[in-house]
């Protein structure tokens, strides 16, 4: 290795890990991070351990909509965004109210299987459209927006392979809890999905990472909105002064 090599390598191994930690914030931002991950958990492990000690339909959906409830407050007590907490509110109201509606703690959990269902789904048909769900949720958080569907297509690919992970992962969480949905009983059922909450999400968001960060940077598309108005106020100040020169 030359002496002119060794800035250039320093150069690309700093630009990498610029790149993979902008990638590891904007993941962290979009899915949540740890504490996302708590709130989406928790609600349902109390369901199960409750129902599990006194098989208590009423009990249980009762403590873990109040759980979720207290998560979003102290999120608003915290001053801190609360979307990952209003959305686990949501999904656990409607599990509340179907299995209140049926008298089968089971269908508790329906909402959100569903919902992981159709989500895998749409994971999958947005890619083979062509846009993939991926870019439309991440293109935002870094400042791209859809900046790479014609003007980045290395990103683009980066996308459409995380959004096939998710698909296919998601496909295959699934496929496990759709048989147990039948076949197993309430207790044995809750905890193997309590299981899975967290695996298959962190292996989604891990390959996620891996495509993104060896993908092209992102266009920062609000830094050159920014930049193109300061040119034309450029412009228009020396043409100002052009005329007042005149």
């Not at 919902?115 to 994971?123: F, S, W």
């Not at 949905?181 to 905890?191: L, V």
């Not at 040119?231 to 020396?238: I, L, S, T």
Request: glycine share 8%; hydrophobic share 55%.
């Amino acid at each position: 290795m030359t002496s002119l090599d060794k800035p250039t390598d320093q150069g690309n191994a700093d630009q990498d890990a610029d790149s993979r930690a902008v990638t590891e914030a904007a993941l962290f931002e979009a899915f949540g991070g740890v504490r996302g991950m708590v709130e989406t958990v928790v609600p349902g492990l109390l369901f199960v351990t409750i129902f599990t000690i006194n098989k208590d339909l009423h009990m249980s959906a009762i403590a873990a909509l109040a759980v979720s409830l207290v998560l979003v407050v102290v999120r608003l007590v915290m001053k801190d965004t609360v979307k990952h907490a209003f959305s686990g509110v949501f999904g656990v109201a409607f599990g509340v109210v179907f299995a209140m509606m049926t008298g089968n703690a089971k269908d508790f959990y329906l909402p959100g299987m569903l919902y992981t269902l159709g989500l895998a789904l749409a994971y999958i048909i947005t890619t083979l459209a062509g846009v993939p769900l991926i870019g439309l949720i991440l293109g935002p958080v870094f400042k791209e927006n859809l900046s790479w569907r014609t003007r980045n297509p290395g990103r683009k690919t980066a996308y459409a392979k995380a959004s096939w992970a998710w698909g296919l992962i998601l496909l295959a969480k699934c496929a496990i809890l759709f048989p147990l949905y039948w076949w197993a009983d309430t207790t044995q059922f809750g905890w193997v999905l309590v299981a899975l909450k967290i695996p298959p999400f962190l292996l989604a968001v891990y390959l996620t990472w891996v495509f993104l960060a060896k993908a092209p940077p992102p266009i920062d598309v609000f830094a050159e909105m920014e930049a193109a108005e300061k040119a034309e106020e450029d412009r228009k100040r020396a043409l100002a002064q052009e005329r007042r020169d005149g």
